[in-house]
């Protein structure tokens, strides 16, 4: 175990009461209960309320663009896949701007662990509909109610091929870091939607809103079982949230699959030099 | 001397491309410089595909006006291109297939008969034809039956064989058939070594040499090659290609990359570049070294996607919200791409910031023969420089307790650490920061950022420009051609042809476009002498750019912006008849 306030960077500016807080804690704890250091891992973090922590955690990071965190993050895996590599995002960021760039590190089974703080809200933008709202939620850009479905981001996720899909809530932090922990430790693509309540801007989906809906999966629950776990996704739909790690299995990462990185990184790799080799195409 | 050309038509979908290909390597390794050209449709089937290849024993920048020889494979390539045929030009074909009119000389090669004889598939015709275009050239077969014998190997001695009997077939038939008319054109010389490449190979072979480990794309004409040859060179040389999901998905991959220590590049069409923009503007911003190959096609949009122009330039220049220095490079021909491709490197990690490599369909898919000499001897030379890439060490050494990964530098670029190394953390931040990388939107923070990152332009003009060449007596020239990128080849073909007529020119060529050293450009425009600017696209963008960055305008341009490429005899009559 590393010391957690080593992970400690500017004190955050989120609303008194978000669930932001309880995610941030989360992570800290996790990194340091898994012996991280600020040196030794990177964050990429999306744009938005949780793209924010930025500058609250301490970490080799990336600030990327709105809905690319997963793109960097594969960039950052393929050229030092020693390093750990956690994605911190939203729902707007990693569901809907970045929709398609889930669903491709889900194929690919890209080793990186995408946290994703589901508030089905856009705070930072103060308050629209997030892709995770639910039909009908009135915001600022939807005054009579959003037309579209919510998005399911674990169906998403499982259907897309992710190894790991869980479920948190960030009013219980002991949970979450449990799951972070074992996100963090799969080897794969894994995803931890965080059900994450905005104090400011969504008023129906509301730390007592949860609670009355949210259970935790138990013990003699089977994840590496496919049908079951589309089964307990799609649960979402009719506004039940299962809690915990909904799916897991273990199959070859990307990174495991490319033979130019069985000896080494990419960044440590000898520069290559029988160029004559390559000329032979050309004569 | 030797100076002919070769072309051969046909059905899209039926190998053209590749026995044009095998024709210049063939005329390469017996000694010759070679040029050709692939003209074709966007579609797998059906459309008509044409390849030229221009064989000289003086070394050529372009493709010849005339066609010396060409192999008709069906009738539509006969009546496409018989306007550009010599009046003593060769014909061949099957008139069994279709007749040919005109006085020209005809070479009837029984192709489906030979087919039906040997039961052979539809592409081995290119096969035959290949056999009797060496016959009729005077070459020996052998480096055919070399090639094919590379080619198929790996499918054993029986499918050689098999091959090489369509150009015995094709080759003994013209030899017994035609002997009075043979040519003595591809006699081998001995001379050094030549390497057939294109604009994409080049970018490749060069990436591969600057060290570039991770390359990312998304295909898209004319880009596409330059995935496919990297991609397939992965097991012999470490590097690692990604094909991801979009454009957007594919810079940002190389951003990560990057970021976390590798050489990385990427490369697109303008739709994709299109879609990268804003991450341009994000590398640019959080100093991420990129570089970016841009390989243009006619747009706006899908436009004329495997056809060629030079209409991204200003785009490229002005990609991205904000401002940041970003270098616009753009060869003027291979031997350039490789030598302009390997600085391109040098350049993104020095000034940690995006280049932009601009091709076009024509540089990018036309191969040239290059001295394997030349190509080995910029290796030689070549020192990979990755700027200010600082370590631990270096950071305990001048008891720097934090590392500031912004930090304000007289020239404008800041140490550089690798995320891994111990005891240190920073980020990459795509909001406006502070010297340490924390987010900030103080005023005074926010200037000297700015105020750093443009102190990077005035470096590299400094250091790093390079002037235009000029190609010719400047001074004595009574008309001065303004040009950039691929144009090159034909203004020099024009200024032989001009010569021929008695008329000096000189060539001011770019092909480090942006940003431009004014003090160091406006010496060579002096008032009275007549300057024309040349341009394949409509706009005259490189005018533009001229006139917004040194305050010189050009008021005399030939622009060309059909699809095509710009051909040296076009130049010429625009002198002639002006």
């Given at each position: 175990m590393s010391n957690i306030r080593d992970f400690d960077g500017y004190k955050p500016t989120w609303c008194p009461g978000c669930g932001d807080w309880g995610i941030g804690a989360a992570l800290k704890i996790a990194f340091s209960q898994l012996g991280f250091t600020p040196s030794s891992i990177v964050v990429v973090f999306g744009i938005g309320c949780s793209g924010n922590m930025n500058d609250f955690l301490n970490a080799y990071a990336v600030h990327s663009l709105h809905g690319r965190a997963i793109p960097n993050a594969i960039g950052v895996k393929l050229a030092n896949h020693k390093l750990p590599v956690i994605v911190v995002a939203g729902d707007g960021d990693c569901?809907?701007?970045?929709?398609?760039?889930?669903?491709?590190?889900?194929?690919?089974?890209?080793?990186?662990?995408?946290?994703?703080?589901?508030?089905?809200?856009?705070?930072?933008?103060?308050?629209?509909?997030?892709?995770t709202a639910q039909k009908g939620f009135k915001s600022k850009s939807t005054p009579v109610g959003i037309i579209e479905s919510p998005i399911n981001p674990l169906s998403l996720a499982l259907t897309q091929g992710a190894t790991f899909v869980a479920q948190a809530f960030a009013g219980d932090t002991l949970h979450t870091i449990e799951i972070i922990k074992k996100a963090i430790e799969h080897k794969g693509f894994s995803i931890v939607n965080i059900l994450q309540p905005c104090v400011t801007f969504n008023k129906v989906n509301t730390y007592d809103y949860y609670l009355k809906r949210l259970y935790k999966l138990t013990a003699d629950y089977q994840a590496d079982n496919y049908q079951i776990a589309i089964?307990?996704?799609?649960?979402?739909?009719?506004?039940?949230?299962?809690?915990?790690?909904?799916?897991?299995?273990?199959?070859?990462?990307?990174?495991?699959?490319?033979t130019q990185l069985n000896k080494n990184t990419l960044t440590e790799k000898e520069r290559y030099l029988d160029f004559n080799l390559l000329f032979s195409d050309f004569v | 001397m030797i100076d002919f050309a070769w072309k051969i038509g046909g059905v899209a979908g039926f190998g053209i491309a590749t026995s044009g290909l095998v024709f210049s390597k063939i005329a390469a390794r017996l000694g010759y410089h070679t040029f050709d050209y692939l003209e074709y449709p966007s579609l797998i089937r059906g459309g008509h595909n044409a390849f030229e290849c221009r064989v000289s024993d003086e070394k050529i920048n372009h493709l010849s006006d005339k066609i010396d020889i060409l192999v008709c494979l069906n009738k539509e390539t006969f009546e496409k291109h018989?306007?550009?045929?010599?009046?003593?030009?060769?014909?061949?074909y099957d008139e069994e297939e279709f007749s040919v009119e005109g006085q020209f000389v005809k070479i009837k090669v029984p192709f489906k008969k030979i087919l039906n004889n040997l039961k052979g598939k539809l592409v081995m015709k290119n096969t035959i034809a290949l056999g009797a275009s060496l016959a009729i050239l005077g070459g020996d077969i052998f480096p055919l039956e070399e090639i094919i014998e590379e080619q198929f190997r790996k499918k054993g001695e029986e499918v050689v064989k098999?091959?090489?009997?369509?150009?015995?077939?094709?080759?003994?038939?013209?030899?017994?058939?035609?002997?009075?008319l043979i040519k003595n054109y591809l006699i081998q010389r001995g001379v050094n070594q030549k390497l057939v490449l294109s604009g994409n190979d080049s970018f490749s072979l060069a990436s591969i040499i600057a060290d570039c480990r991770l390359y990312c794309a998304y295909p898209m004409t004319p880009s596409s090659s330059v995935l496919t040859t990297l991609a397939s060179w992965q097991e012999k040389t470490g590097i690692i290609v990604r094909h991801a999901e979009d454009e957007i998905s594919v810079i940002n991959t190389a951003l990560g990359a990057s970021f976390a220590g590798v050489r990385a590049a990427v490369g697109t069409s303008g739709g994709g570049f299109a879609l990268m923009v804003e991450s341009i503007s994000f590398a640019g911003l959080a100093e991420i070294p990129i570089v970016i190959f841009?390989?243009?096609?006619?747009?706006?949009?899908?436009?004329?996607?495997?056809?060629?122009?030079?209409?991204?330039?200003?785009?490229?220049?002005?990609?991205?919200?904000?401002?940041?220095?970003?270098?616009?490079?753009?060869?003027?021909?291979?031997?350039?791409?490789?030598?302009?491709?390997?600085?391109?490197?040098?350049?993104?990690?020095?000034?940690?910031?995006?280049?932009?490599?601009?091709?076009?369909m024509f540089l990018s898919e036309s191969h040239k023969s290059v001295e394997r000499e030349f190509v080995e001897e910029l290796i030689r030379n070549y020192q990979i420089d990755r700027g200010k890439i600082i370590n631990?060490?270096?950071?305990?050494?001048?008891?720097?307790?934090?590392?500031?990964?912004?930090?304000?530098?007289?020239?404008?670029?800041?140490?550089?650490?690798?995320?891994?190394?111990?005891?240190?953390?920073?980020?990459?931040?795509?909001?406006?920061?502070?010297?340490?990388?924390?987010?900030?939107?103080?005023?005074?923070?926010?200037?000297?950022?700015?105020?750093?990152?443009?102190?990077?332009?005035?470096?590299?003009?400094?250091?790093?420009f390079h002037s235009p060449k000029i190609y010719q007596d400047l001074q004595k020239a009574e008309i001065v051609f303004v040009s950039w990128g691929s144009n090159k080849g034909a203004v020099l073909e024009a200024q032989k042809l001009l010569l021929k007529k008695g008329i000096l020119t000189a060539l001011i060529h770019f092909s480090y476009l942006y940003p431009l050293a004014k003090e160091k450009i406006t010496s060579f425009f002096v008032p009275g002498k007549r300057y024309i600017l040349v341009e394949n696209n409509s706009w005259g963008q490189f005018g533009k750019l001229l006139l917004q960055e040194v305050g010189i305008e050009l008021n005399e341009k030939i622009l060309k912006y059909n699809g095509r490429p710009i051909w040296p005899e076009e130049i010429v009559d625009y002198v002639v008849n002006s």
């Open positions: 569901y809907g701007e970045g929709g398609n760039h889930l669903i491709h590190a889900a194929r690919g089974n890209h080793d990186i662990t995408v946290i994703v703080h589901d508030n089905r809200v856009y705070g930072l933008t103060t308050g629209q509909v997030a892709p089964k307990k996704t799609t649960e979402m739909n009719e506004e039940k949230f299962p809690l915990g790690i909904i799916y897991q299995v273990r199959r070859p990462t990307y990174t495991e699959q490319l | 018989q306007s550009r045929l010599t009046n003593k030009a060769l014909i061949i098999f091959n090489k009997r369509f150009a015995q077939e094709g080759y003994i038939f013209v030899k017994k058939n035609y002997p009075e841009l390989a243009q096609r006619p747009g706006p949009a899908t436009g004329m996607p495997t056809w060629s122009e030079q209409g991204d330039l200003l785009f490229a220049v002005h990609a991205g919200h904000g401002e940041f220095p970003k270098i616009v490079l753009s060869p003027g021909d291979q031997e350039e791409m490789l030598q302009i491709t390997m600085e391109a490197y040098n350049l993104a990690d020095i000034y940690q910031t995006p280049v932009i490599i601009l091709s076009d631990k060490d270096h950071l305990e050494n001048v008891g720097n307790q934090k590392y500031l990964r912004y930090q304000v530098t007289k020239d404008g670029i800041s140490p550089r650490l690798i995320p891994g190394t111990p005891g240190y953390f920073y980020q990459a931040n795509s909001y406006e920061h502070l010297e340490d990388s924390h987010t900030t939107e103080e005023a005074a923070p926010r200037k000297e950022q700015v105020e750093k990152r443009n102190r990077k332009i005035t470096t590299y003009l400094k250091n790093h």
